[in-house]
């Protein structure tokens, strides 16, 4: 191999580099004796035979062009096209890995059911078709459109025609009518949603259960393999019933529609999805399909497994003539991100962006803004040991009739579950075929406890106590720690 002037015998080993050509390590350097002149911009090689000066190559760091909030807030006043850019940190789940052709082999014998676009036309009418039974003596609600900013009429208005052209709304008379708004997506596109507000008042509620999120976590322990799956416009794929449909009327600045297919915002349609859902899956849920509203993962103990597991997966979507969103689906991946935690080797872990999100939190000045991050957290309090505890002096300023006092020991407690949540404690997935361990503690004004298995904990448990409580003896407040625990 040449180098300038010199030329040598070098043993490389051969692997894949995204940026260089190849790396020349310390046992070269050493043995050519090369000596670095960074003041020189060049490198000498000072072996005895053959002795040169090698130029090295700095590419400057291009400078980008800065502007200053003045130059943006004048840009803005003279109506200047302007961009806003946010980069993505993008945390790697294995997306790198080439997919296994296994799996590329179900997907292209299935890829009639993952569509660019939902089909043009309704779809079948089921038993799960869904329905709003209004109360009794309801009269029908009407309102006003909303008012839009021009990029909005532009969105509905090209979201209307994709409708009409679907065959998914009809212009409507009824005397019915809800007004329009945009809610964003992730990818930052614009869903529309209905404003039901008032139709929702009257309707008939469905008391559908709301499945434990703890209970779909411990499906997921032993799980090697996951391939998470979303439905092209879900709603979209489900009937109004029969007769229901002039209800759904919204008003625009461009006429009254009623839907065939079931909108964003009707109070009864979460219960209605997951009702087909569960129906259509019941044979493989809890053996290798969770479902919690929208979100759906495939789980397996191997890869074999897991293409016998897509291909019954996919055979009744095909049947039921339901169509899945590609572009927003992983497959096979060895970690899942479900309902705000990450999941890989038997571990459940937070999220990362809700974990910037507390870490990043400001102190609260009043109380809604404290009760919405204790909901955050609270989401997250199985990572936490003693979370009551933790957080009694935040919890006590949401009393009714508690005069707003944010002290020492109240940012003092704030700052710690920040800290807490932070460390990102791992925890294991429960293995049902092992034996568990409830250990428990206690103090003078909370109790709690910890699920363990094979000295790894699954689970942290605690809640603060009540005035009659805390003059329990220390014996009975562990005793009501161990009844607590062994309910929850």
């Not at 009501?480 to 009844?483: D, E, K, R, S």
């Given at each position: 191999?040449?180098?300038?002037s ?40 000072l072996?005895e035979e053959k002795?040169c ?15 200053s ?5 004048k ?10 850019a ?14 296994p052709k ?5 997907l292209d014998e299935f ?11 309704l ?6 078709d ?6 009794p003596g ?25 409708l ?8 409507s008379?009824?005397?019915y009518?809800?007004?329009v ?5 992730h990818d930052?596109s ?12 009257v ?7 709301i499945?434990?999120i ?9 799980a ?9 416009s ?6 109004i019933?029969?007769g229901d449909?002039p209800?759904t009327t ?12 079931m ?9 209605t ?14 053996k ?6 929208d979100?759906?993962v ?5 890869l ?8 019954k997966?996919?055979k ?5 003539k339901?169509y ?9 991946k060895e970690?899942?991100?479900f309902l ?18 507390i ?14 991050f ?20 935040l919890?006590d300023?949401?009393k009714k ?39 428990i503690?206690a ?6 406890g ?6 790894h904990?699954?689970a942290?448990?605690?809640r603060?106590?009540n ?6 003896t220390?014996?009975?407040k562990?005793m009501?720690?161990?009844?607590h625990?062994?309910?929850t």
């Open positions: 191999m040449p180098i300038c010199w030329e040598g015998r070098v043993d490389f080993t051969v692997a894949p580099m995204d940026d260089f050509k190849m790396v020349l390590g310390m046992d070269f350097l050493q043995k050519v004796k090369a000596v670095p002149l960074p003041f020189l911009r060049s490198m000498a090689i072996e002795p000066m090698v130029p090295t190559v700095t590419e400057g760091t291009p400078k980008t062009p800065m502007l909030t003045m130059q943006v807030k840009g803005l006043k003279r109506e200047e096209v302007t961009y806003l946010t980069l993505k940190e993008e945390k790697d789940d294995g997306s790198g890995k080439p997919m296994e799996i590329k082999g179900v890829k009639d059911v993952m569509p660019p676009k939902l089909p043009k036309r779809p079948p009418r089921r038993e799960e869904h329905k709003i039974e209004l109360e309801a009269k029908p609600p009407a309102m006003g459109p909303y008012r839009m900013a021009p990029p909005e009429l532009e969105e509905l208005r090209r979201q209307l025609k994709e009409l052209d679907a065959g998914f709304i009809q212009p008379k009824a005397p009518g809800a007004p708004l945009f809610q964003k997506k930052g614009l869903r529309m949603c209905i404003d039901y507000w008032a139709l929702n008042k309707t008939v509620k469905n008391k559908y259960p499945l434990l703890a209970d779909l976590f411990d499906q997921l322990g032993r090697r393999y996951f391939t998470k799956l979303d439905l092209r879900g709603y979209y794929q489900v009937r019933a029969e449909e209800k919204c008003v625009t600045r461009y006429g009254s529609y009623e839907f065939l297919v909108p964003f915002g009707l109070t009864n349609a979460p219960a999805f997951c009702t087909l859902m569960n129906k259509i899956f019941h044979p493989y849920l809890d290798f399909v969770v479902v919690y509203l979100d759906i495939i789980y397996s103990n191997t074999k497994e897991h293409e016998e597991h897509l291909r997966f996919f009744i979507l095909r049947q039921n339901l899945v969103k590609k572009e927003k689906c992983s497959f096979a970690e899942v991100n705000g935690h990450r999941i890989r080797d038997g571990k459940l872990m937070m999220d990362d962006s809700k974990v910037k999100a870490q990043e939190w400001d102190p609260p000045t009043k109380v809604p803004q404290l009760r919405s204790l909901s955050l957290v609270n989401y997250y309090r199985r990572f936490i040991k003693g979370y009551s505890g933790r957080a009694a002096p919890t300023l949401l009739n508690k005069a707003w006092e944010w002290d020492g020991r109240c940012q003092q407690a704030f700052e710690d579950l920040k800290k807490v949540v932070t460390e990102e404690p791992v925890l294991a997935l429960p293995d049902h075929t092992k034996v568990f361990e409830v250990h503690d103090s003078d004004f909370a109790i709690g910890v699920l363990m298995q094979e000295r904990p699954i942290f448990e605690s603060k106590l005035d009659a409580e805390r003059r329990y220390v014996q009975e562990e009501t720690a161990i009844v625990c062994l309910r």
